[in-house]
């Protein structure tokens, strides 16, 4: 069996090498690529998109063009991880409200329904860097997570293929154990 490859896209984080050790924990290979040298396709190299966190306003749609154009017409898997989220979100419509700064863990509801939440419990503690918050789903993804801040936590399209996090993932037990449903479901 070939090893999986997933394409993560570096939006300027500062969180890139926890990132990538999640994804190699479980597994896949990593590649790294600049929010502004994505490939226009993947032609079959990898299984899957992750997004990192951003500290560039997720509201740039013109910087963010290529990377969205990606997402939107490649038929892999994506996974978008706070302002990665946010950059999706907002390319599809929503809009994004300032709120309390949060740093640190804090609990989020879960939809057990979801195979990306198979390895967690209905409350997960997630770790947060940030004061942006998306109040709704755009059109064609629904909430399938929800905090007293954040009424979108974690989001997916409705096809299934796209999915969200306010929070780093790459931090934290329960973060990985979400890390890993996307995997195991995915890769």
Known sequence: MTQPR???????????????KRFED???????????????????SHQAIVLSGTK???????????LIDLVMTSNVPVFGICGGMQIIAVSQGAELAEGEQRVGGH????????ALFTFV?????????????????????KSI??????????LRSDDGRIFG????????DDGREILRGFAQTFL
């Open 165 to 172: 996090s306010q929070a780093h993932l790459e931090f934290r």
């Open 107 to 114: 609990d989020a509801e879960v939809d057990k329904s979801e």
């Open 145 to 154: 997570g929800r905090s007293d801040h954040a009424p979108v936590e974690f």
């Open 6 to 20: 997933v394409l993560v896209v570096n939006n300027k984080t500062l969180s890139l090498p926890q990132l990538r």
């Open 26 to 44: 479980f597994g896949a290979a990593t590649d790294v690529v600049s929010s502004t040298e994505v490939p226009a396709k993947l032609n079959g």
């Open 56 to 66: 560039v306003r997720a509201y740039d749609t013109e910087y963010y063009k290529p």
């Open 121 to 141: 419990k209905p409350t997960v503690t997630v770790f947060h860097r940030h004061t942006l918050y998306l109040q709704a789903a755009p059109a064609g993804f």
